[in-house]
């Protein structure tokens, strides 16, 4: 199982970026997905989730109301909209992927390998 972030960079406070996570999971559209990030220092923490069929996400407080989690599952792919960037959103961002849509906010079984996301004040 591959999962491959992508979409990371360097942005201005008040700006946007979409990551990207593309999946090898065969049976994608059977996983819960969720993006969770981790800034230098500090351990990593849950930033969104989305059910196998898109109908149901779940936020950190943190980044409510400011990022958006999608998916598209004839492309085998998860997204994260990001508004409104802070600098405190600085961090490497990890998708990850579990069949429980419980687990997937907390132990995914699944990790991609992280996009670095850095927010200029």
């Known amino acids: 199982v591959q999962l491959q972030a992508s979409g990371g960079g360097l942005v201005q406070a008040g700006g946007s970026l979409r990551l990207s996570c593309a999946a090898s999971?065969?049976?994608?559209?059977?996983?819960?997905m969720g993006w969770f990030r981790q800034a230098p220092g500090k351990e990593r923490e849950f930033v969104a989730a989305?059910?196998?069929?898109?109908?149901?996400?779940y936020y950190a407080d943190s980044v409510k109301g400011r990022f958006t989690i999608s998916r598209d599952n004839a492309k085998n792919t998860v997204y994260l909209q990001m508004n409104s960037l802070k600098p405190e959103d600085t961090a490497v961002y990890y998708c990850?992927?579990?069949?429980?849509?419980?687990?997937?906010?907390?132990?995914?079984?699944?990790w991609g390998q992280g996009t670095l996301v850095t927010v200029s004040s």
């Open positions: 990850a992927a579990d069949s429980d849509w419980k687990v997937v906010t907390t132990t995914p079984d699944y």
């Open positions: 999971l065969r049976t994608f559209s059977s996983y819960a």
């Open positions: 989305i059910s196998w069929s898109g109908g149901s996400t």
